[in-house]
C-alpha cells in the first residue's frame, strides 16, 4: 500500500465514510487537497464529483445578472459540496473557494452516481445533510436582527485561518447586509477592545475569549 492509499485508508476510518454508503465505495474515491484562495468547483462549470469535506472550510459564491458577487455560506467538515448537481442535470453551478488547506473526498457522478441515487443509506444521510443545511440559512437570516458586533464575531471566528481574518470588506458588507461604514466602524471597535490588530490590510485574533463571549450571544435567541 503506497503514501496515498495509506493516507486515504487513514482518512476513511477517521471519518466513518465508508458507513455513509450501502454499497463498497473504496474503488471510486479519490482524495483532493486544495490551498488557500483555490476554487474547488468553478461557478457555471458542472463539477464532475461529489465532494465531501474532511478537514478545512470553503465560502460559497454567486455571480448575479448585474456582475454583483455575494458570499451565500461557509461551509466545513463533514459537509457535503455537489449534492445538487447529483440530482439536477441543469442546476446553476455555485462557486465554491477553499478558505483554509481543505482536504475532501471526491466520488465522481460518471463512476457512481447510479449507485449513489439508489443507496438508501446514503439518501438518508444527505437528506439530514440538507435539512441542516437548510436550517442553518435559515438561523442566518432569523439572527440578521443581532447586533452586528454579535453576527461579525461569530464570523470572524468562522472564516479566520492560523487566527489571521482575511475577508474583503465588500464581501462581507453583502453579506450582512450593512454600509462600509458600519462595518468598520465595528471592526474599529474590536481593535480597540483588544480583539484584533491590523496587520496590513489583514487583522490577526488577539483575544479570541472575546469574540467567542460576543458569539455566543446568538445561540441564546
Known sequence: MNHLQKKKEQLMKQTGFRQLFSFP??????????????????????????FYIVTGKTKIYVTHQNGKVSLLNIMGERDFMGEMELFHDHYHTKGIQAISRTTCFALPYRACREKLLNDATFLRHLARFLSIKSTTMATKYAQSSFPLENRLAAFILQTAVEGMYKEAHVVVCDYFGVSYRHLL?????????????????????????????????????
Open 185 to 221: 466602524h465595528v471592526i474599529s471597535q474590536f481593535c480597540d477592545k483588544g480583539y484584533l490588530q491590523k496587520v496590513g490590510r489583514h487583522y490577526v485574533v488577539i483575544e479570541r475569549d472575546g469574540l467567542l463571549h460576543l458569539a455566543a450571544l446568538l445561540e441564546k435567541d
Open 25 to 50: 465505495i473504496d474503488s471510486f474515491v479519490s482524495v483532493i487537497t486544495h490551498e488557500p484562495g483555490e476554487w474547488i468547483i468553478q461557478e457555471g462549470r458542472r463539477p464532475e464529483s461529489l
